[in-house]
Structures are given as structure tokens and as C-alpha cells.
DNA sequence: GGCCATTGTTCGATTTTCCGATCACTGCGT
DNA sequence: ACGCAGTGATCGGAAAATCGAACAATGGCC
């Protein structure tokens, strides 16, 4: 460091703002030994007294009131800057943790992730499927996409991803073998081929709109797994009623393969969740993911 | 100073400014290894390259010509509070006091003092003639002028006043009854009349140039003082050769007056070295007076 | 292509700054 | 008047910054 330098300007202005040596080496960081000499050092090079002291207090000298009065609006622009600094800086490298469901992948999170990366050259991105609950304060990933709002200290939610169309399919031989449910409580008599949220995981509810709003209900699962690629494959095969995305559904429908039953009174599934923790010292990074994910259109 | 503080920024604001290492460098009075390792401090600490660097270039980063241009402003605002400061304190009363042969206040010390004296009405300067040695860091003195260069710890010198002509005179009287000197060695055969330097102090060499070089010699001693004055007017009654100051001998030349002798013999004395400190408590005052005094031309 | 001047950097030595422990002083409460 | 808490200052040792000398790299000139 330059010695007397623009350095002892601020640790003198530092003084001066907070009115004794102490309090000014606890924001400095100093010892309050280093701030008194450093000041001292400061007003031997200048020839000049800043600061009248006694053994219990400070005050500043006519001169040392003019000059802290010229000094500080600058120093203020210095911090200003140093925080802008420190700002962009997160950009720079880092890594980026998420946590989201396997569904989220080929919908949309893929996508996203994509960009961001392409965007942000300097930010890896880890990113961990998981369909448990997630703990953010525990668990040390940045952000966690799940299909609920989370609630803790300072966590906020945004949507992101698309509207969840959902549906329910059977195969023709089983319906005709079976019949076909005309409302939704006629599932509680039919076999059902559930998603899980894996080993353990409670199955996911299926979801519907009647008069008095959306509800949901848990049919008997005879079939059940945590891939919705092999709930089509047991539809397929007339092992019961299948509830899931629509979008898996839509390639494996009519002719020879699935029907949609019901489709009048499905309920949409919220968006996915984005959720983090937006402390104050919110990394750049994840700001930056966050601001892209709410510019990124429900489709996507 | 405050490690990895706002001097930093100064540093770095310096080398984007001036556009190099080097060249900062010198604006700031520093070494460039001192610049270049000052940089990559800041930048270490920050987290953040703030400068490309090439051997022989170096360029703002993106992330550089932000904070560049963010801290600039707050840079010479400071600059400028600086310099008002230095402003203020010139006025700011004062005392300098120096310390000089007796011989050189008639010479160009007393015009001198008092031309600085003239230019900074608020200091005073208390000037302690006396030829004896001087302890810079004992005797309390911001400057010594001496006929020699001091030596000790952050002590600097700069030639002062003219070139001195010396010349060695006697009365027409003096030289018809003990004859003229041809050579320098002959004047130790005559009666000679010598400068001390105080009471207890040395006599004055006498200084000459020959083939061989610059050499002194000590004639022996007819007549001392400490005044020339008094000189003139012992070598006018014929009392001996008279060694001293050709500017205070040539309005005593001539017809009934003193006769120079040994003019082509003659070296001329080095010019008075004003010697100071230049330590950390280098008042404006001193350096304000070492710049004039470097100024002044060398007749004066 | 070679040479030279100029740049930024490196490194061990030196200088300066920072720090912890301690001290002197002061204002306040009893 | 005394004791105590809190302040700024001091000082020797540790840590950091600065420096001089030397080096590597580069661009311009011949």
C-alpha cells in the first residue's frame, strides 16, 4: 500500500463519522492501536492536526472538520463502489447447486439450465435430481425446484416451468373390460397405476376440479413406480387407469394404444416451485438464475 | 495504513489513469515492483481481475473499467481535498528554523529568507548563524547550511548560493616591502591573515587549483578573525595576505586600496549545501523553502 | 533476424505498519 | 474522595509493504 495514502483519509474520516478511535477500528476491522497511529502517522506527514484528543474523546480541528467535510462524499463513492464490486464479482466463477425433481429435466429445467450456462460462461451448474423434501438451510444447495412452495427463514418462491397438464389413461381393452369412469369418484373402483416419489415416497395425488373447487384423491395404486415412462408401458398393457403428465401421454394415444378418460375434470398442477434462500448475501449467481427463470415464458 | 484499504484503490485508479505501471509509479512516488505487487494484492484480496496484463501493456478488464470509472470521480475529489488541505496548512503559522555560516547571509541567505519570507507571510523563520558542525536530528533545526554536505538518516542536501569566488588581497604597502607571491607555496612565507570559524573553530583553508588538482593549504596565521570585514581592513593597514570572498574584497581593489595576488592559482569553493531531513515530518514549510532555495539561480 | 529500449514481474532484504498488552488519563457514580 | 469503566497512546514483536536489482517478454528499428 502506498503509504499515507488515500488509505489514511479513510481510516481518518472513519474517526471523524463514528466519533472516536474504538468504534471506528470495530467497522474498520482494525486494532484501535493501529487506527490512532495510523492517524497520527497520517497528520505527522501532512503537518497538520486533524483530531483535538483528550484521554476520553475526539474532536475534530477546524481544519479537520473541513477536510473530513470534503473527504466523506467521496469515501461514500469508494464503499459504493467497493460493494458494486463485490457484487459483480460473484459472477466471475462459482458453482450453482439445485435440486429438482426427475419430471423437471426433460419439461423444461433442462432447457433453462442450458441457458443459463451459455449465458453465465464463468457459473457451473451442479445440479441433483431428488424427489425428497428438501431442508435449503441444510441441505447446501443454492435453490431447490419442487412442485410446493417451501417455507423457512427468508425463503422465497417464484413458479417456474409450465403449466402441468395432467390426464388419466387406460388401455381400449381394459375399458371395455373394465368400463369407463364417467366421474372422478369412479376411480376409487378401478385399479390405479400411481406415480411414486420414490422408494418410500408417498404416491402422488391425483388431482380434479369439480363445482366446489379443486380437490384430490388417492385411489387404490396397483400399479405403482417413480417413472412415468413405465406407468404408460403398464397402461399399455390394461393394468388399470394411469395418472400423469399429459405431454408423456400425448405420443402413446388412440388406435391401438391409450384413451383419456375424465380429461373434463382434471385440475392443472401448479407450476414448479423455485425456492432459495434470499439472505444478504444472495450470491450473484443465484440472482442471476432466479431473474432468468422468472423472464423464462410458462411453456418453458 | 489500513491493509488492503482504500490506498488500493488509488493504486490501482493510478495505473488505469496513466496507463502503466511505471508511469503511475512515478505519479505516486513509488517503486513500480511496489505498484505491480500492490495491484495484484488488491486484486487477490478482491477475488477479481481488474487488469490484463502483458509485458509490455496493460488494459482494464471489463469488470476494471467499471470500478474504474465508478472510483475516478471519488479519487480526485480527494485529490482535490488533499491539495486544499496542503493550501490550508501553508497558511497554518509556523516556524522554520535554519541554521548557517555567519558568511552566508550577506551572500544570498538574507535575500533568500527573505524572499520566502515575502512569499509565505504566515511562517516564520528563525535563522541561528553559527559555524559550528550541526546534529540535524539533534539540534532541533529543520535545515542546516553548511559549506559541506551533511550525513545521516534521511538527510538530503541541495547546492545553495553562488559559486564562490575567492581571492587573496594585500596592500600595495605590503607587497613592495615582503615581495609578491608567484606560487601558492609562497604564501608560507608570508604573514597571513585567516578566517575562523569561531572562537575554539578552525582557521579557513586556503584553496587552490593546480595541475595536480584541487588542494588546500594552512598558511601561518598573522591574524584571525571570524568577521571579513575585519580581514579587509587588517590587509588594507599591511598586515599580511588576506584570504576571502572576492565579492567582499572588490569594492577595496584598486589605487590606494588592496591588490589581489594568486588569482590564476585560486579555486573557487563549492557552492553551501542546505541540508534537511526529508522524514515523515517534512513540513510544507521545509519543502516549500528546499524548492525555492533549489530555484533560486546560482548567483543568489 | 538481431539488437535495444521499455515494460511488468519476481525475490530477498529492508522498512513500515499492525497488533496485543499495557499504561495514563478522564468522567461518572457512589 | 475514591473506584471503576472506557478512552487514546505507547512499545516491542510479528506481519505486511516497499524497494533495488535482476529477469523475461515485447515492440520498434536497422
Known amino acids: 500500500m502506498a503509504r499515507g495514502g ?3 483519509i479513510r481510516v481518518f474520516v472513519e474517526v471523524a463519522r463514528r466519533g472516536g478511535f474504538r468504534a471506528a477500528a ?4 482494525l486494532a484501535p492501536a493501529s487506527v490512532s497511529e495510523a492517524v497520527q502517522r497520517f497528520e505527522d506527514r501532512l503537518g497538520v492536526r486533524l483530531l483535538e484528543r483528550s484521554s476520553r474523546s475526539v474532536a475534530l480541528t477546524p481544519i479537520g472538520e473541513q477536510f473530513y467535510a470534503k473527504s466523506l462524499p467521496a469515501i461514500i463513492e469508494l464503499e459504493g463502489a467497493m460493494n458494486d464490486l463485490d457484487e ?8 450453482l447447486r439445485l435440486t429438482a425433481p426427475y419430471s423437471a429435466g426433460p419439461f423444461f429445467l433442462d432447457d433453462l439450465v442450458a441457458r443459463f450456462a451459455l449465458e453465465y460462461p464463468g457459473v457451473n451448474v451442479e445440479l441433483i435430481y431428488d424427489d425428497k423434501k428438501v431442508d435449503l438451510l441444510a441441505s447446501g444447495v443454492d435453490a431447490a425446484i419442487r412442485s410446493n412452495t417451501l417455507l423457512g427463514p427468508d425463503t422465497h418462491a417464484v413458479p417456474v416451468g409450465p403449466e402441468l397438464a395432467m390426464t388419466i389413461v387406460a388401455s381400449p381393452q381394459y ?23 420414490g422408494m418410500g415416497g408417498q404416491n402422488a395425488p391425483w388431482g380434479f376440479d369439480g363445482p366446489d373447487g379443486a380437490y384430490k384423491m388417492q385411489p387404490k395404486p396397483r400399479m405403482v413406480a417413480n417413472d412415468m415412462r413405465s406407468l404408460v408401458y403398464y397402461a399399455k398393457q390394461g393394468l388399470g387407469l394411469a395418472y400423469l403428465y399429459r405431454e408423456i401421454a400425448v405420443p402413446h394415444l388412440g388406435e391401438d394404444g391409450l384413451t383419456e378418460v375424465l380429461s373434463d375434470h382434471l385440475a392443472q398442477l401448479p407450476r414448479y416451485s423455485l425456492n432459495y434462500r434470499s439472505k444478504r448475501n444472495m450470491t ?3 440472482r442471476a438464475f432466479v431473474d432468468m427463470a422468472k423472464a423464462s415464458p410458462a411453456g418453458k
Do not use: M, S, W
Open 6 to 8: 488515500f488509505g489514511d
Open 175 to 197: 375399458l371395455d373390460e373394465n368400463g369407463r369412469p364417467e366421474n372422478p369418484k369412479d376411480i376409487l373402483n378401478h385399479d390405479a397405476i400411481c406415480y411414486a416419489f
Open 26 to 29: 470495530e467497522h474498520l476491522q
Open 284 to 286: 450473484r449467481r443465484l
Open 88 to 95: 459483480q464479482k460473484d459472477e466471475v466463477t462459482g458453482t
